[in-house]
């Protein structure tokens, strides 16, 4: 029985970047449209069974209070049993839960930081990462309509439609004193503050390092600092590090909507995979994971990077929808369409 699952993050689109820079506020209120229609493409397209997320603003409660007069979606959708702790464990423990219990894809709304948590719990269940957020490398500004159909394909599909429907990301392991931390999947920054309060990065004078997976100059964020350098395209085997500083060439970039700055890049090396890189040593500081701070080094403190090519399988809604025309997913044969009223079948 074909299962999709929803996590939309209620944070997302909402950090100190909205003080800084241009970037747009996404609200929960335009999340519970989004969700409504995508809701409504997953019924039309026959996932059998939706779960939803619950969160601390009703985003997915609200969305089926809107829909209370379709039984077809209320029948097949329900909320994950889980509790809701307000922070970023949701996401995780919505895809670890939706990965237990046999979905065949998860739609993510937020974004590269709602993608990343969601990666580190779906296993080899395909995410469909929809844009709500501020640095959006991974998701894509998609009709929740249209990424419904795709998601309800997907879903009906699996598990054999990873390579036919998907793509696999590269992303970057985070190591700490010889152990796993965490992961990245566009860059990882090393920033040399005390401060984490305020988890998004926008004060380049402070970033000494940039590892990413992927970088074109059409990105927003820290990503896009390679992107001007040396273009790395999402498929090609191999990442690129980049270390700051005065004396190195200026580089123009926008580092986040409407936020363009130049710096100085002294040091340009390519990443290869199952490599570990060592992150520099200046202490104290704090490494960002797209695009927000998430662990402090202190003194003594040894961190390394490797880049792996095995990571979470992407939806690519355009080549599964030419997908589904092509094999007639849309289409009733006359001979299975019921008859219109006052007909004789």
């Known amino acids: 029985m ?10 997302s ?3 100190i970047r909205r003080i800084v820079s241009q970037a747009i506020t996404i609200g929960n209120q335009q999340k519970v449209n989004l969700v409504r229609r995508i809701l409504l493409g997953l019924t039309a397209g026959d996932a059998e069974r939706i779960a939803l997320m619950p969160d601390q603003y009703g985003i997915a409660a609200h969305a089926l209070d809107t829909l209370h007069n379709r039984r077809d979606v209320l029948a097949r959708t329900s909320l994950i049993e889980m509790p809701v702790r ?5 996401t995780v423990q919505a895809a670890r839960q939706l990965q237990a219990t046999g979905a065949g894809c998860i739609i993510t709304l937020g974004g590269d930081g709602t993608v990343r948590l969601a990666a580190r719990s ?5 995410l469909l990462p929809i844009s709500t957020g501020t640095n959006n490398v991974v998701p894509t500004f998609v009709e929740g309509t249209v990424a419904g159909l795709a998601a309800a394909c997907v879903a009906r599909n699996a598990p054999a439609g990873d390579k036919r429907f998907c793509y696999q990301h590269k992303y970057l392991e985070v190591h700490v004193n010889g152990h796993l931390s965490d992961i990245a999947l566009v860059d990882v920054a090393l920033v040399t503050t005390y401060f984490t309060g305020a988890r998004a990065v926008w004060e380049t004078e402070l970033v000494r390092q940039v590892f990413a997976t992927r970088a074109h100059p059409a990105n927003i964020g820290l990503s896009a600092l390679i992107g001007m350098l040396h273009p790395v395209g999402l498929s090609e085997p191999h990442g690129v590090m980049l270390c700051t500083g005065k004396n190195g060439r200026e580089v123009l970039a926008p580092i986040a909507p409407g ?19 060592p992150i520099s040593g ?11 701070r998430e662990i402090p080094l202190g003194a003594g403190d040894h961190a390394e990077v490797i880049l792996r090519l095995d990571g979470p399988w992407l939806v690519d809604v355009s080549r599964t929808l030419l997908w589904a025309v092509e094999n007639r997913f849309f289409v009733t044969e006359a001979s299975h369409r019921r008859p219109a009223t006052g007909t004789i079948a």
């Open 282 to 292: 200046e202490r104290p500081a704090v490494l960002a994971l797209d695009g927000e």
């Open 13 to 15: 689109g909402k950090d």
């Open 122 to 126: 779906c296993g080899k269940v395909p």
């Open 259 to 277: 936020l363009i700055t130049r710096v100085g890049i002294e040091h340009l090396e390519m990443l290869r995979p199952d490599i570990p890189y």
């Open 2 to 11: 074909s299962l999709v699952g929803i996590i939309a993050n209620p944070e």
């Open 86 to 90: 307000g922070n970023a464990e949701d």
